[in-house]
């Protein structure tokens, strides 16, 4: 176990990060994948929708944010805990994205991030709490459900909205990426009881964050 001090350390750098993740505007590494695509005159009805699926993304990212991060906490090897927070990073590209997104449909993020923030990060200790494959294993069941959201929401979304559909490709794109990453690093498979409790977690999300 580590030591006391180095436990203080890690959960207040912890707590640091929440604050900056639910209060700062994210930097991202990379450009909108939006870029220069023009923006376009969206009807009422089209922009409430991309404003409303935007939302539920984002808020998903906050999940991951804090998901990864909690699971970071608990890694047993250094190579995992690097895995982790290397995903953790390249998904504040997704949220930096999302947010600006959002602002630039004049909408807004789910009143209920610091919930989602909150409860992903517990679930991310619990996950990391019976060793680096199941953690591993958890990522990459995560990444497969939310791949799958994704291909949901670009279905559902404005064909006029081209700016919202590059931002969803490319994080379609990377979810992908990071669930194979993270089965090659030794993912195990989970349960599949414990795959539809993932399942339930991340539709209470999407309904809830879809509204408020």
């Known amino acids: 176990m580590l030591p006391n001090r180095q436990n203080l350390d890690s959960l207040i750098a912890a707590a640091d990060q929440a604050l900056r993740t639910l209060t700062t505007p994210p ?40 998901l990864y991060r909690g699971q ?6 250094e190579e995992t805990k690097r895995h982790l927070l290397q995903a953790a990073e390249e998904e504040q590209d997704h949220l930096a994205w999302c947010a600006q ?10 009143r209920l991030d610091p919930i989602w923030y909150a409860g992903s990060f517990l679930l991310g200790m619990a996950a990391g709490v019976p060793g680096d494959r199941v953690s591993l294993g958890f ?42 990453t993270a089965e090659l690093a030794g993912g195990t498979e989970l349960p599949y009881p414990v795959r539809r409790i993932m399942a339930l977690g991340g539709n209470l999300l999407r309904n809830c964050s879809l509204w408020i």
Request: aromatic fraction near 0%; avoid cysteine; proline fraction near 5%.
């Open 101 to 110: 997104r959002l602002e630039e449909l004049d909408g807004r993020s789910s």
């Open 72 to 77: 970071s906490l608990m890694a047993r090897s």
């Open 139 to 180: 990522v990459a069941e995560t990444e497969r459900q939310v791949e799958a959201h994704l291909d949901d929401h670009l279905a559902k979304l404005s064909g006029d909205d081209a700016r919202s559909k590059a931002i969803l490709e490319q994080m379609s794109e990377d979810e992908a990426h990071h669930g194979t």
């Open 27 to 66: 930097p991202a590494a990379r450009p909108s994948p939006a870029g220069d695509i023009p923006e376009t005159d969206l009807t009422p009805a089209a922009r409430r929708n991309s404003i409303a699926l935007m939302r539920v993304n984002h808020a998903g990212e906050i999940s991951a944010q804090a």
